[in-house]
């Protein structure tokens, strides 16, 4: 087999002297010839050059998880994933160049939470960074229609020409909205009880809106004609066991609430949205209601009287209209009806006959017209979260069955036109239709991509792989005196630790590890002049401790770690030349360890909490060669430890908290050799405290926020004289804050978001909030005031030294800034990060502080996608991170420092 080697056509030399117009090129051991070709002009006079493509196959294989495909008729959106965009939405027409990315809602590969998805006529609608979305399928006709604070938005139904949706806020009034796809027709139609908690679904029966509300005080039907006055109440109702089905210009749903009535236990109700039309339509002895399913004017849906086992019923909307429709198994052990299938009038469904084979039935609501087409059984395992079971195609139905092998299989409701179409060697799920082609998600072991078919076998196949497999994925980049040391995953198949001086000659691997996926090192910590890591052998499930200063006798197995969760950065602390680490046994749990990079010096400091239970919960900072963690010693609970490598040095700091429970440090930062810290100790909720190492001086700095709720300051970073960080004090929101390590001089810098809203909300930090960085005297980060969107700020620790810097995506919409750490490069205090500014994807910029120094360094993807460059890190005299040039998959590059300039 051929494999294709992806070629670089533009040296790097060439490329500086257009962008620069220097005489003289940098020295090749810098600057080696692996430059791309650029498609379009460069912003800014950088030169980046990619180091080594470590995987250099281009083949097929990778995974971007379509999903929630939804069909405007000639065009169908979906959500995928990937390694550039994270999930974000995408289209097809049914062809391979029709499929494409719509829009990067947060440009860079963390993906928009994109919850809901629906058409309406050729628009669609979306929920994507807090705000209300629509599109035609172009990147400039896709637009946020209306943003919302904080809120989620969800239950999209389409009805009457206008999408309703529901609305609310963590412990705030549920609203339900209309909105006719503009900024003015987006209108809050009515405010919802609080007591009576968010809709749980929306139905449209008709032209009328349906809600079913559950809270604490049960659940409430409600109809709507899209007016405020015409939002009311119809009934209490028992909560629904699953959405509800409309079907003959009626709602039904099936409930069992013994509270609202214990007699009744389970039972299907309709309601024609009058008090008196909502009602029980079966007794107490029927039950196990499932797929409830509208067929025209008749709901079908499976269940069990008791005497015959789950059968096929029906329902016209009255009680005597509710009976089962035929008894198909012949006995009380049922036919298990299953996977049914709306076609026309007809339902095509899964049921056992009375010889106990399963196979497709049909039936119109009678029992003379239910009948068996055939041996194959529809996949029964129902829809999966995000997909469809089935498609309508014309006059057939598409469906998956597993008769004899995967397949897609098509029926007209007659024994004649129910044939297998394609054989595949995976799962399909997720159809729908477009342009007289049904898409679907194809699964097997190695891949999981969009498919399409016409119906035949040479007509179905990929329809596009959005995530080729040609990546080597560089992560864990860490600088070890002037070496990179970085994990990778060579020809797609085989994962190493690397090491890298920024030349393709000194870019070599330093160990195998094993194949990509299964083995590989965790999270890389450096220490002395060397990095630890652990990974775990495939098909066992111990990890491995190792440490490597980047040549084969400096790299060594250190220790064989038992269940340990994968050590990774926050259980693996460098201090000095030593490793701290907490390393879990059975028979004592997870206890603090240290290493000194040989097997011998590789040992327990202290066993804090004997038995099985562990003593170590997380590691904060060091001062000095002392690190503080939280411990549990059994007695005092989650509490300050200090540690100097030895046992008898491993102590409890204070007991903040008296009892088992403990205070909970976390947040830390060195502060001119001494700790602060968030807990919530002395009875507060958590709060700013800070210590030397003693228990006389380990004490709280202020109590921000009075009570149990607390401030929870976080982010802590010192910028020369200042503690900076974020807290919420209950009136202004997660906001900037500032210390001096006193009371007094602990104060609130600015209200950067007014009121009570919150200008970091946002975060990839994993704490809620995003980071914030010391850079030339001034403190830099990533905020969002609520008119802007996230965007990049500073502060001097004024108020009036606290602003923008620059809109970079200009409007309420995020330039993803934060996503990536800010970098320092030079002694100007400038500095390198990852934003958008929506005229392209996720790319490199520069900032000096000031708006007219920040600027778009290079544009790497030359292309709406973005290169989308991640895990910045100084090395030697490079810059390196992690990006994808739209050539050779998410490699490692480079760019000199020498090169970078923040005058135009």
Same mark, same amino acid.
């Given at each position: 087999?051929?494999?294709?080697?992806?070629?670089?056509?533009?040296?790097?030399?060439?490329?500086?002297?257009?962008?620069?117009?220097?005489?003289?090129?940098?020295?090749?051991?810098?600057?080696?010839?692996?430059?791309?070709?650029?498609?379009?002009?460069?912003?800014? !006079?950088?030169?980046?050059?990619?180091?080594?493509?470590?995987?250099?196959?281009?083949?097929?294989?990778?995974?971007?998880?379509?999903?929630?495909?939804?069909?405007?008729?000639?065009?169908?959106?979906?959500?995928?994933?990937?390694?550039?965009?994270?999930?974000?939405?995408?289209?097809?027409?049914?062809?391979?160049?029709?499929?494409?990315?719509?829009?990067?809602?947060?440009?860079?590969?963390?993906?928009?939470?994109?919850?809901?998805?629906?058409?309406?006529?050729?628009?669609?609608?979306?929920?994507?960074?807090?705000?209300?979305?629509?599109?035609?399928?172009?990147?400039?006709?896709?637009?946020?229609?209306?943003?919302?604070?904080?809120?989620?938005?969800?239950?999209?139904?389409?009805?009457?020409?206008?999408?309703?949706?529901? !609305?609310?806020?963590?412990?705030?009034?549920?609203?339900?909205?209309?909105?006719?796809?503009?900024?003015?027709?987006?209108?809050?139609?009515?405010?919802?009880?609080?007591?009576?908690?968010?809709?749980?679904?929306?139905?449209?029966?008709?032209?009328?809106?349906?809600?079913?509300?559950?809270?604490?005080?049960?659940?409430?039907?409600?109809?709507?004609?899209?007016?405020?006055?015409?939002?009311?109440?119809?009934?209490?109702?028992?909560?629904?066991?699953?959405?509800?089905?409309?079907?003959?210009?009626?709602?039904?749903?099936?409930?069992?609430?013994?509270?609202?009535?214990?007699?009744?236990?389970?039972?299907?109700?309709?309601?024609?949205?009058?008090?008196?039309?909502?009602?029980?339509?079966?007794?107490?002895?029927?039950?196990?209601?499932?797929?409830?399913?509208?067929?025209?004017?008749?709901?079908?849906?499976?269940?069990?009287?008791?005497?015959?086992?789950?059968?096929?019923?029906?329902?016209?909307?009255?009680?005597?209209?509710?009976?089962?429709?035929?008894?198909?198994?012949?006995?009380?052990?049922?036919?298990?009806?299953?996977?049914?299938?709306?076609?026309?009038?007809?339902?095509?469904?899964?049921?056992?006959?009375?010889?106990?084979?399963?196979?497709?039935?049909?039936?119109?609501?009678?029992?003379?017209?239910?009948?068996?087409?055939?041996?194959? *059984?529809?996949?029964?395992?129902?829809?999966?979260?995000?997909?469809?079971?089935?498609? *309508?195609?014309?006059?057939?139905?598409?469906?998956?069955?597993?008769?004899?092998?995967?397949?897609?299989?098509?029926?007209?409701?007659?024994?004649?036109?129910?044939?297998?179409?394609?054989?595949?060697?995976?799962?399909?799920?997720?159809?729908?239709?477009?342009?007289?082609?049904?898409?679907?998600?194809?699964?097997?072991?190695?891949?999981?991509?969009?498919?399409?078919?016409?119906?035949?076998?040479?007509?179905?196949?990929?329809?596009?792989?959005?995530?080729?497999?040609?990546?080597?994925?560089?992560?864990?980049?860490?600088?070890?005196?002037?070496?990179?040391?970085?994990?990778?995953?060579?020809?797609?198949?085989?994962?190493?630790?690397?090491?890298?001086?920024?030349?393709? !000659?000194?870019?070599?691997?330093?160990?195998?590890?094993?194949?990509?996926?299964?083995?590989?090192?965790?999270?890389?910590?450096?220490?002395?002049?060397?990095?630890?890591?652990?990974?775990?052998?495939?098909?066992?499930?111990?990890?491995?401790?190792?440490?490597?200063?980047?040549?084969?006798?400096?790299?060594?197995?250190?220790?064989?770690?038992?269940?340990?969760?994968?050590?990774?950065?926050?259980?693996?602390?460098?201090?000095?030349?030593?490793?701290?680490?907490?390393?879990?046994?059975?028979?004592?749990?997870?206890?603090?360890?240290?290493?000194?990079?040989?097997?011998?010096?590789? *040992?327990?400091?202290?066993?804090?909490?004997?038995?099985?239970?562990?003593?170590?919960?997380?590691?904060?900072?060091?001062?000095?060669?002392?690190?503080?963690?939280?411990?549990?010693?059994?007695?005092?609970?989650?509490?300050?430890?200090?540690?100097?490598?030895?046992?008898?040095?491993?102590?409890?700091?204070?007991?903040?908290?008296?009892?088992?429970?403990?205070?909970?440090?976390?947040?830390?930062?060195?502060?001119?050799?001494?700790?602060?810290?968030?807990?919530?100790?002395?009875?507060?909720?958590?709060?700013?405290?800070?210590?030397?190492?003693?228990?006389?001086?380990?004490?709280?700095?202020?109590?921000?926020?009075?009570?149990?709720?607390?401030?929870?300051?976080?982010?802590?970073?010192?910028?020369?004289?200042?503690?900076?960080?974020?807290?919420?004090?209950?009136?202004?929101?997660?906001?900037?804050?500032?210390?001096?390590?006193?009371?007094?001089?602990?104060?609130?810098?600015?209200?950067?978001?007014?009121?009570?809203?919150?200008?970091?909300?946002?975060?990839?930090?994993?704490?809620?909030?995003?980071?914030?960085?010391?850079?030339?005297?001034?403190?830099?980060?990533?905020?969002?005031?609520?008119?802007?969107?996230?965007?990049?700020?500073?502060?001097?620790?004024?108020?009036?030294?606290?602003?923008?810097?620059?809109?970079?995506?200009?409007?309420?919409?995020?330039?993803?800034?934060?996503?990536?750490?800010?970098?320092?490069?030079?002694?100007?205090?400038?500095?390198?990060?990852?934003?958008?500014?929506?005229?392209?994807?996720?790319?490199?910029?520069?900032?000096?502080?000031?708006?007219?120094?920040?600027?778009?360094?290079?544009?790497?993807?030359?292309?709406?996608?973005?290169?989308?460059?991640?895990?910045?890190?100084?090395?030697?005299?490079?810059?390196?991170?992690?990006?994808?040039?739209?050539?050779?998959?998410?490699?490692?590059?480079?760019?000199?420092?020498?090169?970078?300039?923040?005058?135009?």
């Amino acid at each position: 087999m051929n494999i294709p080697i992806k070629q670089i056509p533009f040296s790097r030399t060439l490329w500086l002297s257009l962008l620069l117009g220097c005489a003289s090129p940098a020295p090749e051991q810098s600057a080696p010839e692996q430059a791309q070709t650029p498609t379009r002009a460069q912003p800014l !006079a950088a030169a980046p050059w990619l180091v080594k493509d470590i995987n250099e196959t281009t083949t097929n294989g990778g995974n971007s998880y379509p999903r929630k495909f939804v069909s405007t008729g000639t065009t169908s959106f979906f959500i995928a994933a990937t390694e550039n965009t994270g999930y974000e939405l995408w289209k097809t027409d049914g062809t391979e160049a029709g499929t494409t990315l719509v829009r990067d809602f947060i440009p860079g590969p963390d993906g928009a939470p994109i919850e809901e998805l629906v058409t309406l006529g050729e628009t669609a609608f979306l929920n994507a960074t807090t705000a209300l979305w629509k599109s035609d399928g172009t990147p400039t006709g896709t637009v946020a229609i209306k943003h919302f604070t904080s809120s989620r938005l969800f239950e999209f139904t389409p009805c009457n020409g206008a999408l309703y949706f529901a !609305a609310t806020d963590n412990g705030t009034q549920p609203t339900l909205w209309k909105s006719d796809g503009t900024s003015a027709g987006t209108v809050q139609v009515a405010a919802l009880p609080l007591e009576g908690g968010p809709p749980e679904s929306i139905s449209c029966v008709e032209g009328t809106l349906f809600l079913i509300t559950s809270g604490m005080n049960g659940s409430t039907l409600w109809k709507s004609d899209g007016t405020t006055v015409g939002t009311v109440q119809v009934a209490r109702v028992p909560k629904p066991q699953s959405p509800p089905v409309v079907a003959g210009g009626k709602l039904f749903f099936a409930a069992f609430d013994p509270s609202f009535d214990p007699v009744l236990g389970t039972a299907l109700w309709r309601s024609d949205g009058t008090a008196a039309g909502t009602v029980p339509l079966t007794n107490p002895n029927t039950y196990h209601f499932s797929s409830l399913t509208g067929v025209g004017e008749t709901l079908f849906f499976a269940a069990n009287d008791g005497l015959h086992g789950r059968e096929l019923w029906r329902s016209d909307g009255t009680p005597e209209g509710t009976e089962m429709v035929g008894n198909l198994a012949a006995g009380a052990s049922g036919s298990n009806p299953s996977a049914f299938m709306a076609l026309g009038d007809t339902l095509l469904f899964a049921a056992s006959g009375t010889d106990g084979s399963r196979q497709l039935w049909r039936s119109d609501g009678t029992t003379e017209g239910t009948l068996p087409l055939g041996q194959v *059984v529809p996949h029964e395992d129902g829809p999966v979260e995000g997909y469809q079971a089935y498609t *309508v195609l014309g006059h057939r139905v598409i469906f998956p069955a597993t008769y004899n092998g995967w397949a897609l299989w098509a029926s007209d409701g007659t024994p004649a036109g129910t044939t297998r179409l394609v054989e595949l060697n995976g799962q399909p799920r997720g159809y729908v239709s477009v342009g007289g082609r049904v898409v679907f998600t194809f699964v097997n072991s190695s891949t999981e991509e969009p498919w399409v078919t016409d119906g035949t076998q040479a007509g179905t196949r990929q329809l596009r792989d959005l995530q080729p497999a040609n990546s080597s994925n560089p992560s864990s980049l860490v600088d070890v005196e002037g070496t990179l040391f970085f994990s990778a995953c060579e020809f797609g198949s085989i994962r190493e630790l690397w090491k890298s001086d920024g030349t393709p !000659a000194g870019t070599q691997p330093v160990m195998t590890t094993g194949p990509c996926g299964l083995e590989r090192p965790y999270d890389i910590v450096p220490a002395g002049n060397a990095v630890f890591f652990s990974f775990s052998r495939y098909g066992r499930s111990d990890y491995q401790l190792w440490r490597s200063d980047g040549t084969g006798p400096g790299t060594r197995q250190l220790l064989a770690l038992q269940q340990s969760s994968g050590l990774g950065a926050g259980s693996m602390r460098g201090v000095g030349s030593t490793l701290f680490f907490s390393h879990f046994e059975y028979a004592r749990g997870s206890e603090l360890w240290k290493s000194d990079g040989t097997v011998a010096g590789t *040992v327990l400091v202290k066993d804090i909490r004997p038995g099985q239970f562990s003593g170590v919960h997380g590691f904060l900072d060091s001062v000095g060669n002392t690190l503080f963690f939280q411990g549990d010693d059994g007695i005092h609970g989650g509490e300050l430890w200090k540690s100097d490598g030895t046992a008898e040095g491993t102590v409890l700091v204070k007991d903040l908290h008296p009892g088992a429970l403990g205070s909970a440090p976390s947040h830390a930062a060195n502060f001119h050799g001494t700790l602060f810290f968030s807990a919530a100790g002395g009875g507060l909720g958590s709060e700013l405290w800070k210590s030397d190492g003693t228990a006389e001086g380990t004490v709280l700095v202020k109590d921000l926020r009075p009570g149990a709720e607390g401030s929870n300051p976080a982010g802590l970073t010192v910028v020369e004289d200042t503690l900076f960080f974020f807290a919420n004090d209950g009136l202004y929101g997660s906001e900037l804050w500032k210390s001096d390590g006193t009371a007094e001089g602990t104060v609130r810098v600015a209200d950067i978001a007014p009121g009570s809203k919150s200008a970091f909300y946002l975060s990839n930090t994993g704490d809620g909030r995003l980071p914030l960085y010391a850079i030339g005297g001034s403190l830099y980060f990533a905020a969002n005031d609520g008119v802007h969107g996230q965007e990049l700020w500073k502060s001097d620790g004024t108020a009036e030294g606290t602003v923008l810097v620059r809109d970079i995506m200009p409007g309420p919409d995020s330039s993803s800034v934060g996503t990536t750490a800010f970098v320092p490069v030079g002694t100007q205090g400038a500095f390198v990060f990852s934003a958008s500014n929506g005229l392209g994807g996720m790319e490199l910029w520069l900032s000096d502080g000031t708006s007219e120094g920040t600027r778009q360094l290079l544009d790497l993807a030359g292309g709406y996608l973005g290169a989308s460059p991640k895990q910045l890190t100084l090395s030697g005299p490079n810059l390196f991170f992690v990006a994808d040039d739209g050539v050779y998959g998410r490699e490692l590059w480079s760019l000199a420092l020498m090169a970078l300039t923040v005058s135009p």
